[in-house]
């Protein structure tokens, strides 16, 4: 037996959130993020679940929580699936950020492997970590991870063979479940 592994993204954030770099803070989710987990949560009850991991964060652990509970397992805990750590940026609005630094902003995209946004981690950081997470998923059944929008780009684009300088598109919605085979 090989696993099946369900990248999900958190749903939606609350609405103080929006436009707010949000990385590593812990951000609670919305009236409408909390009723769309709970969709996910029912339409995930008919999977054969073995094991829900997620990131640590209030966003992803509610729904962790919620899918566990359903399928009679404990949550688990790894922070190496969280979002990117963007340092000094983090609570500030993505328009005073831009106004601050300008065009070194754009370099999250365009030097993904070295440049530290806010002196947080860089690009190739968060693939590595996300890489080591993969890794050690469990080697059977169905696994779900509850991560956010840059873990699991992270993850795609290198699993594309994709630079990390495409990775923004592979970031999925929030509340987008996503099938990859072990």
Not at 14 to 41: F, M, P, V
Not at 42 to 60: C, D, F, K, P, T
Not at 109 to 114: C, L, T
Request: positive net charge; aromatic residues 6%.
């Amino acid at each position: 037996m090989t696993a099946r592994i369900l990248l999900i993204r958190h749903t939606a954030v609350a609405k103080r959130w929006h436009g707010i770099c949000y990385g590593i803070s812990d951000a609670g989710l919305s009236i409408e993020g909390r009723r769309h987990a709970q969709r996910l949560a029912a339409e995930l009850a008919r999977e054969n679940v073995s094991a829900v991991i997620h990131s640590g964060l209030r966003r992803a652990s509610m729904l962790a929580t919620l899918i566990a509970r359903r399928h009679g397992i404990t949550p688990v805990t790894d922070a190496r699936w969280r979002e990117r750590d963007f340092g000094s940026w983090e609570g500030h609005s993505w328009n005073a950020i831009w106004r601050q630094t300008g065009d070194e902003m754009n370099r999250m995209m365009h030097d993904p492997d070295d440049y530290r946004p806010g002196g947080g981690e860089s690009g190739a950081d968060l693939a590595g970590r996300v890489a080591a997470a993969f890794a050690d998923l469990p080697a059977n059944g169905t696994v779900i991870v509850v991560s956010h929008g840059g873990p699991i780009a992270s993850l795609q684009a290198c699993r594309a063979r994709r630079p990390l300088t495409e990775a923004m598109r592979f970031i999925p919605e929030p509340g987008t479940i996503i099938a990859l085979p072990r």
